[in-house]
């Protein structure tokens, strides 16, 4: 089956993620936000922090003339309604890489609405309000349900693609693991739960089925609450008992929230330059990311936190090296400086190979470029794909 998936703010972030899951044979084609997957299993796409919509392609057009799209869309419609159990069909369109504006999407509304209720069906269409719907417009509207069709139309290189959306992702549940977790903690910044998955994610394309994650630096605990959701074991440690105790509290918090989720393993006190951990095959983590800027610093005082924190981790590469093997799986964030646009990184990553590891190949992004950054930001992440050698 082919999926067209819409991936998220940061497209070479989301791709990396479906080539580390389902390999990079799998993805034929990437462009801008939008990327198409070959590929005939399940797909758990809770678990995708880098994508917002999964779509099944119903057509696959090159060089189509734009005219003729609105009888193509039709025609899909029509077909799609005998699919959908008798009773109202809720109906939405959403348009990408394509040129159009809002009049027309509302004609194209109008013309399906009306050959639909040919076949005595009573439609809700929603209306657009941009070229694409929003996630949580097509999650709030129930699209993805039996009752609903979002027709994704989308121009990836000279072909054009119909598809129907099966999966959105459910922005409220993330909200809720984010902002209500009862202890967070904004002096070490807030980990998105999306990139905790993200991390856990690419941390797989070294052991495709993991069964313990560690994360070093927990925190309060966002990578482990993520790979717990994903019904892995977890081993948590942090040099800040405050963390640590927070991780505790938090990953409790979730167990109430989502009956069913297990207990962390572990969750201790240990610095990561030294501590030893037991029986884990998976290292997904937010390192100490260093002071935080409002300003970006003077040039002596940027060298002098880059040399701390370069030191830190490299003496926490050096004590995990002695505990793993070459099938351990490895996503690390680690802090870059944004100075106007471009990355200031650590001068780690040049001796990745010295230090005994090496760079995931990717096909689809660059391995040793992938950020995860908002414009405003001083302090970046830069996300490090390794193994073992
Ligand atoms: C950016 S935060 C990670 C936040 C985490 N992802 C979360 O969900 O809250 C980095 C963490 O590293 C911890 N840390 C700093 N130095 C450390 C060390 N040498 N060993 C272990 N943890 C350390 C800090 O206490 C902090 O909690």
Redesign the pocket.
């Known amino acids: 089956m082919r999926h067209i998936f819409i991936l998220g703010r940061q497209p070479e972030l989301g791709v990396a993620e479906l080539e580390s899951l389902f390999g990079s044979d799998k993805i034929t084609d990437f462009e801008n936000n939008l990327a198409i997957l070959d590929y005939e299993g399940e797909i758990n796409f809770i678990n995708l922090g880098g994508s917002i919509k999964c779509a099944t392609i119903m057509e696959d057009i090159e060089n189509l003339n734009i005219n003729a799209l609105p009888s193509k869309i039709e025609n899909v419609c029509l077909e799609l309604e005998k699919t959908i159990p008798e009773g109202k069909i809720i109906l939405g369109f959403s348009f990408y890489n394509i040129p159009s504006d809002i009049g027309s999407m509302t004609k194209l509304g109008i013309r399906i609405k009306k050959a639909l209720s040919k076949k005595d069906r009573s439609i809700r269409f929603i209306p657009n309000k941009e070229l694409d719907l929003n996630s949580a417009s097509v999650y709030h509207n129930k699209l993805t349900s039996e009752h609903g069709i979002e027709i994704i139309v989308a121009k990836i290189k000279n072909r054009i693609i119909i598809a129907r959306t099966s999966y959105v992702q459910n922005i409220d549940a993330y909200r809720n693991r984010d902002q209500e977790r009862p202890f967070r ?1 904004s002096k ?4 998105p739960p999306k990139l ?1 998955q993200i991390l856990i994610n690419l941390a797989k394309s070294n052991n495709k089925d993991p069964k313990t994650v560690l ?10 609450q993520e790979a717990l959701l994903m019904g892995l074991d977890v081993i948590g ?4 008992p405050k ?1 640590v105790d ?2 505790v509290k938090n990953t409790s918090w979730l167990k109430e929230q989502y009956p069913g989720v297990k207990d962390p393993t572990v969750i201790k006190e ?4 030294i ?1 030893k951990w037991d029986n884990f095959d998976l290292v997904a ?5 260093g002071a935080t800027y409002s300003f970006f610093p003077r040039d002596e005082e940027l060298a002098k936190e880059m040399s701390s924190v370069n030191n ?1 981790l490299k003496n ?1 590469f050096k004590n995990l090296h002695e505990q793993i093997d070459e099938n351990t799986g490895i996503c690390v964030a680690v802090p870059a400086w944004n100075n106007k646009g471009n990355f200031m990184t650590l001068p780690l990553i040049d001796q990745i190979e010295d230090m005994g590891y090496n760079f995931i190949n990717l096909k689809h992004s660059s391995a040793k470029h992938l950020f995860y950054s908002r414009e405003d930001q001083i302090v970046v992440r830069q996300l490090l794909v390794i193994k073992r050698k």
């Open positions: 903690d070490i910044g807030m980990l905790a994360d070093p630096f927990c925190g309060t605990g966002v990578v482990l440690s942090d040099l800040n963390m927070f991780s240990g610095d990561a330059t501590t983590s937010e390192s100490y990311l830190l926490f």
